[in-house]
């Protein structure tokens, strides 16, 4: 007679055997691990290209808005800082929402006091911006800097790929200008 404890090792052995012989779940192994890593790493390429794309866009919008003070047409026309910014926000055909758009234009003495530093945001209690910016397009001669901003949201990707640089998680997309307005402008 055979004692029951070897048959029930044999018994476990064969089954080990069997699942370890056995492939029909191996594609389902393989897939669950490369495709974790596969698709958190199609979500890092995707976050990096909006926001990429958002800076390029901004970079554009700025260098249009510029363009507008540089040649004399906002002075000309005598735009309001809210009426300035209305403007830029009509050259924004994506990503971008009107409310969101920060714009800060401040004349400098000479080239080498322009700041087009990165400015510190302050937020409110209900985590809105609320630095006052400058408006001043200058008259002509002047140089000017011109610095529009947008609070980017950032959604945290797998395994800890975050592009934020808010302590709010969100990042500070911004592209400046620093430029002469024409004479006679």
């Not at 018994?11 to 669950?32: H, K």
């Not at 009426?83 to 924004?92: L, R, S, Y």
């Not at 006091?113 to 945001?121: G, I, V």
Request: hydrophobic share 50%.
């Amino acid at each position: 007679m055979v004692r029951p404890d070897i048959v029930t090792k044999r018994r476990c052995r064969d089954r080990c055997a069997a699942f370890a012989g056995d492939s029909n779940g191996a594609t389902a192994v393989e897939f669950a691990l490369v495709g974790a890593p596969f698709l958190a790493l199609i979500i890092a390429v995707i976050q990096t290209f909006l926001v990429f794309f958002a800076q390029q866009t901004l970079e554009t919008v700025t260098r249009q808005a510029a363009r507008l003070v540089l040649t004399g047409q906002v002075q000309s026309q005598q735009m309001t800082q809210s009426v300035f910014k209305q403007a830029v926000c009509d050259q924004v055909v994506i990503f971008f929402t009107c409310s969101g758009l920060m714009v800060d234009m401040q004349v400098a003495n000479a080239w080498s006091s322009a700041n087009t530093a990165t400015p510190t945001l302050t937020f409110d209690a209900k985590g809105a911006v609320s630095n006052v910016w400058q408006y001043n397009p200058g008259t002509a001669g002047d140089i000017v800097v011109l610095r529009v901003m947008y609070v980017w949201p950032v959604v945290l990707g797998p395994l800890g790929f975050n592009l934020s640089n808010l302590s709010n998680g969100n990042r500070l997309i911004m592209s400046s200008a620093a430029f002469q307005n024409e004479p006679g402008s």
